[in-house]
C-alpha cells in the first residue's frame, strides 16, 4: 500500500471520530493498567462490568492489597482466566507499592516488569494514559493491518514497528483506538463488512464481502 493511501485512510478515520477514546472505562492510570491486564482474552464489556464493582470499592494499588487475594477473585470472576489474573493484580500491585509508591510507571521497560503486563499492555498504557506514540497490537490491528495491507507482517512484533514507520505522523497518537473500532465493529475476523466500509475502496484485501442479499 502507498502513502497516499494510507494518508486517506487515516484521514477518513479522523473525520468520523475525531477523537477516538478505549472502550474500557477508567478515571486513573492505575485503573486503566488493571482493566487492561484483565482485558486479556477478555471483552471490553465483560471487564467493564466487574471493574464497575470493583473500583468503587477498591481502585488504587493500596486498597486492592488491602482487598486480598479472593476477595478480588469474587469481583472478577466473571471474566476468564480470572484465578491467574487476580494473583497478577495482586503481584504488580505490591510492587506498585513497594517500588513506585502506588504510581504507575511511565516507561516500557517498567511497565513490562510488571506481573501479566506484556509489551501490549503497556503499549496501551503510554498511549492512552500517558498520551504518548506507541502501537498496541492486538489481534484486532494485527487483521486490519494485515487484511488491507496497511501495515502487513507474519507477528505483532513487526506490524507494530511498520505501522509506527507507515501511519503518518499527525495521526500516529490515535491510530490505535481507529485501527481497534475498526476491526471490532467493521473488519470483523469472519464475515468483514466490506460493503459497509468507510474504506473499502482503499482497502487491498482480494476477497471483498458483497452486501447481504434483500429479504
Known sequence: MNAAKRLEIFTRFRAANPKPVTELEYSSPFELL???????QATDVGVNKATRLLYPVANTPAAILALGLDELKGYIQTIGLY?????NVIATCRILVEQYGGEVPRTREQL???????RKTANVVLNTAF??????VDTHIFR???RTGIAPGKNVDIVEQKLLKFVPKEFLLDAHHWLILHGRYTCTARKPQCWNCMIADLCEYRDKTPAPAEL
Do not use: D, F, Q, Y
Open 144 to 146: 486490519v493491518s494485515n
Open 112 to 118: 513490562v516488569e510488571l506481573p501479566g503486563v506484556g
Open 83 to 87: 484465578p491467574t489474573k487476580a494473583k
Open 34 to 40: 488493571i482493566a487492561v491486564l484483565l482485558s486479556a
Open 131 to 136: 498520551g504518548e506514540v506507541a502501537m498496541a
